[in-house]
T-cell receptor, first 114, second 115 residues
Framework: GENVEQHPSTLSVQEGDSAVIKCTYSDSASNYFPWYKQELGKRPQLIIDIRSNVGEKKDQRIAVTLNKTAKHFSLHITETQPEDSAVYFCAASKLTGGGNKLTFGTGTQLKVEL | NAGVTQTPKFQVLKTGQSMTLQCAQDMNHNSMYWYRQDPGMGLRLIYYSASEGTTDKGEVPNGYNVSRLNKREFSLRLESAAPSQTSVYFC??????????????FGDGTRLSIL
């Protein structure tokens, strides 16, 4: 089955700096890559996703890049703010006979310091 | 529009007891999922239902059963709870056709402790 590795496990940045979180996946058939943000005690919330037919997607301060050849994708957050502090999860899935079964990375704890 | 609603929010069980976690969505989504989240391990898929009337195993199905009661509701049952099942359980749903990759929307979770 699919295996998703995520690095780093913790990341501390100064407010206003950029943060980058990287994930690799093992199944070359995977074609959907969402990123979720989870605040302490809350539900995971989708912040951005990318499909394999594009290499980059941007939404305000958040961007995701995908390299299908290397089987890795990354989350970029620019101009970080204290409210960006949370755990971020990457995930991967592929089209199957039914539903999209997401395989998640183990998460990155992002701390934005004032 | 509540999205995905899970009940209960918290539960403490004794080893060997049984219970059912309830999940309902009001977004007319076809697919529903149950995950468990343990510290340092991300979210792992227990069971999923691609469409009403179908269910299938995920990554960690042992010790669990599910029922897709109708399009809105998807329940998770622990027949004989074990301490290793102490976790936070999340239900999610996604729309679109059964064979598609659509964003999954999560409920608030059920925090389950088994003594």
């Amino acid at each position: 089955g699919e295996n998703v590795e995520q690095h780093p496990s913790t990341l501390s940045v100064q407010e206003g700096d950029s943060a980058v979180i990287k994930c690799t996946y093992s199944d070359s058939a995977s074609n959907y890559f969402p990123w979720y943000k989870q605040e302490l005690g809350k539900r995971p919330q989708l912040i951005i996703d990318i499909r394999s037919n594009v290499g980059e997607k941007k939404d305000q301060r958040i961007a995701v890049t995908l390299n299908k050849t290397a089987k890795h994708f990354s989350l970029h957050i620019t101009e970080t703010q204290p409210e960006d502090s949370a755990v971020y999860f990457c995930a991967a899935s592929k089209l199957t006979g039914g539903g999209n079964k997401l395989t998640f990375g183990t998460g990155t704890q992002l701390k934005v310091e004032l | 529009n509540a999205g995905v609603t899970q009940t209960p929010k918290f539960q403490v069980l004794k080893t060997g007891q049984s219970m059912t976690l309830q999940c309902a969505q009001d977004m007319n989504h076809n697919s529903m999922y149950w995950y468990r989240q343990d510290p340092g391990m991300g979210l792992r898929l227990i069971y999923y239902s691609a469409s009403e009337g179908t269910t299938d195993k995920g990554e960690v199905p042992n010790g669990y059963n599910v029922s897709r009661l109708n399009k809105r509701e998807f329940s998770l049952r622990l027949e004989s709870a074990a301490p290793s099942q102490t976790s936070v359980y999340f239900c999610a749903s996604s729309g679109g056709a059964a064979v598609s990759n659509q964003p999954q929307h999560f409920g608030d979770g059920t925090r389950l402790s088994i003594l």
